[in-house]
């Protein structure tokens, strides 16, 4: 018995480990070349999109028997290090999207399910998330975008803000009030699978695409929603208020993701980095036979490792089917961090040319900021660490004294 289960994950991980070679090869091969040109022309990747697609990027964590490859989270951190290290607005395109089937598998209809997963596994149809509101980033309970309803259908009345994915995507899978009176806030909250159709919906307008100081290529957009009526059918779900159990769960999902693009940017400057501290001589040697420099690659690797472990610990979890908010929360703070740093001490120990367009280091630089703020800001991921960890070793009134 225990032979045969270590057998099959042996298998398991061959199966894995062949998936990141094919999708180490297309990074090189075809976003490595090109990716600094679409983020200095803040270009959309089109041409990049077939390839992915072919990859079966967009299926990747949805379930087989709707047409996706049903990989486990693990692999799936995997897949995102990897295109994030050849660059990271490629990985937002499939990112938020999988969120997004992850919440339709966990908890859509049986009808939900076969209208979106099948279209969604291919990439035909792709979705974004649209949370934010002008207003309310952080405070999700504070949403005003009302869904009301009307007969068979919701009237949708509001607006959002920072939408990744907004114009390419079919469906937006939009956080809504369905009950503003409701208390606690979060009862009434609900998603609303919005569906753009094939020619687009009355009163939902995309209009302003926000300029960014990273993330290029991938539009980051207002969205309005003018008494858009979509069928009551579109409720995640069918049952009104779970809306923000559906996003706290589907956002375990999104800090894997999230932490795994931190560790994807950190890797990437960390072998621009050595292999630029190889190249490049002052006083007559390369830099790297310097001790200083030698510290930041030693600290930068270090922490590469402990954020690659964090996260497939966090990730063999979710795999496991246990709630991980807080190992989640964890990978996803020291990631970013490290992806932070990193491209600082890549940028530095490239000197002068690390601070302009000639050489990636100045992208990751730009990029790596986000992730201290998407998917929960850091400093919410350390108050979210202290409440599970204050949960965890809460003393009783005895042991209090
Ligand atoms: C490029 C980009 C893409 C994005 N894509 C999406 C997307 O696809 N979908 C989507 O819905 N959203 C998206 N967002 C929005 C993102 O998730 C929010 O910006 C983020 O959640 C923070 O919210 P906020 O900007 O309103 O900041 P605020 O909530 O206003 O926070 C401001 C500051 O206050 C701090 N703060 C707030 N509350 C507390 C507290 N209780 N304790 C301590 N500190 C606190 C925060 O940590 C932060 O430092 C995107 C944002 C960007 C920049």
């Not at 997004?100 to 598998?105: N, R």
């Not at 690659?308 to 990730?315: C, D, K, N, V």
């Amino acid at each position: 018995m225990h032979t045969a289960s270590a057998n099959s994950s042996r298998v398991d991980d061959d199966v894995a480990d062949a998936i990141i070679a094919e999708v180490r090869r297309f990074v090189n091969e075809k976003v490595v070349p090109v990716a600094s040109e679409y983020d200095h022309a803040d270009k959309y990747p089109y041409e990049l999109l077939d390839t992915m697609k072919a990859l079966g990027l967009f299926g990747a964590t949805i379930p087989e028997e709707y047409g996706g490859s049903g990989l486990s989270f693990t692999t799936y951190a995997r897949i995102v290090e990897e295109v994030t290290r050849g660059w990271m607005s490629l990985s937002g395109i499939f990112n938020s999207h999988l969120l997004v089937a992850y919440m339709i598998t966990q908890y859509g209809t049986p009808e939900q399910k076969q209208m979106y997963l099948p279209k969604m596994a291919s990439g035909d149809w792709r979705a974004a998330i649209a949370i934010t509101e002008p207003h309310a980033g952080t405070d999700v309970q504070n949403i005003k975008t009302r869904a009301t309803r009307d007969g068979d259908h919701y009237v949708i009345k509001g607006s959002k803000l920072f939408i990744t994915n907004a114009r390419e995507a079919r469906v937006l899978a939009t956080v809504t009030k369905t009950d503003p009176n409701a208390q606690p806030r979060h009862r009434g909250i609900s998603i609303m699978l919005v569906d753009k159709g094939d020619d687009g919906l009355p009163g939902l307008d995309v209009s302003r695409q926000l300029k960014k100081l990273g993330y290029k290529g991938l539009e980051t957009c207002e969205v309005f929603y003018d008494n858009v009526v979509v069928p009551q059918a579109q409720l995640l779900g069918g049952v009104e208020g779970q809306g923000f159990y559906q996003v706290l769960n589907g956002l375990e999902v999104g800090r894997i993701n999230v932490a795994a693009r931190g560790l994807g940017i950190a890797r990437a400057a960390f072998e621009a980095a050595i292999t630029y501290a190889q190249q490049r001589e002052a006083f007559g040697e390369p830099i790297a036979n310097f001790q200083a420099i030698q510290l930041k690659l030693a600290d930068m690797a270090t922490k590469i490792e402990a954020a690659r472990l964090l996260i497939w610990s966090a990730a063999a979890k979710k795999d496991r089917g246990e709630r991980c908010d807080l190992e989640a929360g964890m990978a996803k703070l020291f990631a970013t961090e490290v992806g932070q740093e990193c491209a600082l001490e890549a940028m530095r120990i490239h000197g002068g040319i690390g601070y302009t367009e000639e050489v990636p280091v100045e992208r990751y630089y730009r990029d790596a900021p986000l992730m201290l703020i998407g998917e929960g800001t850091n400093e919410m991921q350390r108050l979210v660490i202290a409440r599970g960890l204050l949960k965890r070793y809460a003393l009783d009134a005895g042991e209090r004294g």
